[in-house]
Structure formats: C-alpha cells, structure tokens
C-alpha cells in the first residue's frame, strides 16, 4: 500500500472536483503507483481507490441533474414562446375581426404574426439544437471517462489473471540458468 499523504489531496480538497477529475485522479493513482517487483503488477492504496471512485459515482447524477435541467429549461422556453406566439395569433385574430372592412390592415396583421411566429418557432429550434449540443457533449465526456475506466479495469484484469496461482507463487520457481544469447538480450542497452 502507498503511504503518502502529501501526494494525493485530502477529502476536503476532492469535495471540489466534478466525477470526471476524479476518475482522472484514480487513473492518475494507479499509473504512478510502485511496481511489484518481478511483476507487472502494482502496490495502491485500495481506500484511495474506493474513495476516489465513490466521490466520483457520487458526482455524476450531479450532472446527470443538470443536463435534465437544461431539458427542462428547453421544454419550459419552447412551451412559453408557443403561448406568446398563441396569445399573438388570437389577439390577431381578434383585431382582423374587428377591421374587416380594411382587408390590407387584415393581410399586414397576418404577416406580423406570422414572421414573429416564425422567429419564434426558429429560437426555439435554435435553442433545442444548442442544448442537445451541450448534452451530447457532456454525455460524450462522460462516455469517454467511463470508455478508459474500463480499459483500466479490462487491462488489470489481464494482469490479474497472468499471475500465477497462490500455490505456485508460494513455491518459488527454480531459475534458469541464463544462455549468453539471453544475457547479451537482456544488456544490450549497455552496448555501444
């Protein structure tokens, strides 16, 4: 297990951080973490780990929140110019029948609410696109993290599944004696 205090924040300073920097702090941990020797395995602290991990499961409905709140907001803004764009058409409405005699006054009251219709219905479009944009984006991240968590996971996985058996690693393997082809292999980083 690692035991460095100063290297890794405390539970107050990681109260700050969204769920994607805590993963990223997790990976972060296991990469720098101390190799096993004669292993590819690797020494860290499983609370570190879980605490990282669970800080980081407990922030995403956070955002998860707020990415539904932005649809609301969207479903509250379109629903609000459908009853201003509504309210206008009957209040056109209204004054058509009050001025049928004056079929031009009739005709230009149309084109009004219908270009203000139009303007509204395009901000809204504008709007909806803008926030399926942003939940695409944040959903991408969010896969992104989640995509490299997994390999993280698959990977020491891998390497948990290459260590021997208990049994066998009690029992320690007899070395064997080294061939000068393999002794030359294994320095050939000293030759010049």
């Known amino acids: 297990m690692i035991d460095a205090p100063d290297e890794h924040a405390s539970g107050e300073a990681l109260s700050g951080l969204d769920?994607?920097?805590?993963?990223?702090?997790?990976?972060d941990l296991v990469n720098s973490a101390k190799a096993m020797p004669l292993s590819a395995s690797v020494l860290v602290s499983r609370d570190e780990v879980v605490e990282?991990?669970?800080?980081?499961?407990?922030?995403?409905?956070?955002?998860?929140?707020?990415?539904?709140?932005?649809?609301r907001e969207r479903e509250e803004f379109m629903a609000d110019k459908e009853r201003e764009a509504q309210a206008l058409m009957d209040e056109v409405r209204a004054q058509a029948?009050?001025?049928?005699?004056?079929?031009?006054?009739?005709?230009?009251?149309?084109?009004?609410?219908?270009?203000?219709?139009?303007?509204?219905?395009?901000?809204?479009?504008?709007m909806r696109h803008e926030t399926e944009d942003y939940c695409d984006q944040r959903l991408a991240g969010m896969e992104i993290v989640l995509d490299?968590?997994?390999?993280?996971?698959?990977?020491?996985?891998?390497?948990?599944?290459?260590?021997?058996?208990?049994?066998?690693?009690?029992?320690?393997?007899?070395?064997?004696?080294?061939?000068?082809?393999?002794?030359?292999?294994?320095?050939?980083?000293?030759?010049?």
């Open 97 to 126: 029948e009050r001025m049928v005699a004056r079929t031009d006054i009739v005709r230009q009251a149309n084109r009004v609410a219908q270009r203000i219709l139009d303007d509204a219905n395009e901000e809204a479009r504008r």
């Open 19 to 27: 769920a994607e920097s805590l993963v990223r702090r997790c990976l």
């Open 148 to 192: 490299r968590t997994m390999k993280t996971v698959r990977s020491g996985r891998q390497k948990l599944q290459a260590i021997s058996s208990p049994a066998d690693r009690q029992r320690p393997a007899p070395m064997p004696e080294p061939e000068e082809s393999d002794a030359e292999s294994f320095f050939d980083q000293d030759r010049t």
């Open 52 to 71: 990282l991990l669970s800080l980081a499961l407990e922030r995403m409905p956070d955002e998860l929140r707020e990415a539904r709140w932005l649809l």
